[in-house]
């Protein structure tokens, strides 16, 4: 059988502990020319599956953070495209499409972006998710290899200073399995968000503990349709507000801690 052509990106996958995923994302863009799984020193077997399924393996279990990690793997990339995947989304073929020919444009020396924001369709306990904020989730994944993430701990992103693009198809992101996978990352997040934030020297009264988290879930439950998609956007909306209220609590005790 014809081998499938491959499209002159590299796919840039950051997992830990991902073993229950990561082979399904790669299967998913097996279209890409190389993939490059940076494993964040996971104890199950990801990176074992990773280098299975025909990914190439980065030991990244030193990095300081995501962004560190991921930037080392961008480093390493042998195409001039990257696109960042998270090992619970998964590609499709329409998205390949559309990137080969993003890729083609840019080769023939049509003026292209620097960077891509590409749209992510965001799944919860087996439903699409279709407001509340969900609906309008378009993180920068695609650009050329010279583009680098900070360092946060905490939603890091793309730093660029150049223009950039929309890719119209889509990632499919399944981010939480189970509440148990929630509220792991509930916990460390909140955490995380709260040490970085003291640091900076920002600080939270404990009126910031009791208005953001009500604000939260009005804006995400009412003002964006959160209600539209039914119990699991009440849960999410309250989910969010639980969220805000942990992360501001751990802020605002941290003065009395330290």
């Not at 119209?168 to 939480?176: D, K, Q």
């Not at 009791?210 to 604000?215: D, F, G, I, M, Q």
């Not at 119990?231 to 507000?241: F, I, K, M, N, Y």
Request: net charge positive; aromatic share 10%.
């Amino acid at each position: 059988m014809r081998a499938p052509p491959t499209i002159p990106v590299t796919v840039v996958i950051a997992a830990r502990n991902e073993a229950a995923n990561v082979q399904g994302c790669i299967d998913s863009v097996r279209w890409a020319d190389e993939i490059i799984v940076a494993d964040h020193g996971s104890v199950d077997d990801t990176a074992e599956r990773a280098r299975g399924a025909g990914a190439t393996v980065l030991d990244g279990r030193d990095a300081a953070t995501i962004g560190f990690l991921r930037n080392a793997a961008i480093e390493t990339a042998r195409n001039e495209w990257v696109l960042v995947v998270d090992a619970d989304e998964r590609g499709t073929p329409a998205l390949g499409a559309e990137l080969a020919r993003t890729t083609a444009a840019s080769a023939l020396g049509v003026p292209t972006a620097e960077a891509y924001r590409v749209p992510r369709r965001n799944f919860f306990l087996g439903a699409e998710i279709r407001h509340g904020g969900w609906d309008h989730d378009r993180p920068i994944r695609l650009f050329r290899r010279s583009v680098r993430y900070d360092e946060s701990r905490v939603h890091e992103h793309v730093v660029t200073g150049g223009p950039v693009g929309l890719i119209r198809e889509s990632l499919l992101h399944y981010p939480y399995q189970s509440m148990d996978a929630y509220f792991e990352k509930f916990e460390r997040y909140s955490r995380w968000w709260a040490e970085d934030q003291w640091r900076r020297g920002r600080r939270a009264s404990a009126w910031a503990v009791v208005s953001k988290p009500p604000a939260r879930f009005f804006s995400m439950y009412v003002l964006r349709g959160g209600m539209r998609d039914g119990a699991r956007g009440t849960v999410l909306a309250a989910l969010a507000a639980a969220s805000v209220l942990a992360k501001y609590a751990r802020l605002w005790a941290m003065r009395f801690e330290s």
